[in-house]
């Protein structure tokens, strides 16, 4: 089906991205680490996810985009561009942030291992999303839609279950990392 204009590529027979922001709504109780800073960080991570979940009608099911119209195509391009770049600067500060947390409270000092693969994860994260703006293209924007959210979703439940939570933890214990970290 041609896409014309800004309305959705096609019909769908359930509401268009329920199923899809579903889990956006707020921050899984389970991935608070309860400092401010990095909580208030994560939920712009979510509102990013939300906002790219927004731009195409119909991101899961979508193959490509060549059934859109071309000023459609433009469109979502330009859109996906611009959060990009807001997430690129985000990621960027939200990494700097929890780095100087740990270099601040000398983490890296007594717990090498911890500080280094945390930082390598957030290294790798940034490298993802930098190969997925690499590959960007007019025809398969929501293939890139795709894969950034798939990166974003892992991010918060791989890396802020597995290195975020430990670094907030150890703060909080006074330098002794929960036992299962180790
Ligand atoms: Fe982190
Ligand atoms: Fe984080």
């Not at 859109?79 to 600067?89: H, M, N, Q, S, T």
């Not at 798939?150 to 670094?167: P, Y």
Request: glycine fraction near 8%; proline fraction near 4%.
């Amino acid at each position: 089906m041609m896409h014309l204009g800004q309305e959705p590529v096609m019909k769908v027979a359930e509401p268009l991205g329920e199923r899809y922001c579903a889990r956006l709504v707020a921050l899984p109780p389970a991935l608070n680490t309860g400092n401010a800073l990095i909580d208030d960080e994560h939920r712009q991570l979510l509102a990013v996810m939300q906002q790219l979940r927004t731009v195409c009608a119909d991101p899961e099911r979508l193959a490509d985009c060549l059934g859109c119209a071309g000023a459609r195509r433009q469109a979502c391009e330009h859109a996906v561009v611009g959060i990009l770049g807001d997430l690129f600067a985000f990621i960027l500060e939200h990494f700097a942030s929890e780095e100087r947390i740990m270099r601040d409270a000398m983490m890296a000092v007594t717990e090498h291992d911890l500080c280094a693969a945390h930082i390598e994860d957030h290294a790798a994260i940034a490298q993802k999303v930098q190969e997925i703006v690499s590959r960007l293209d007019f025809a398969h924007t929501v293939a890139r839609i795709r894969e950034l959210d798939g990166l974003l979703g892992r991010w918060l439940d791989n890396h802020i279950g597995m290195h975020d939570l430990i670094l907030v933890g150890w703060l909080g214990k006074g330098s002794q990392p929960p036992p299962d970290a180790r």
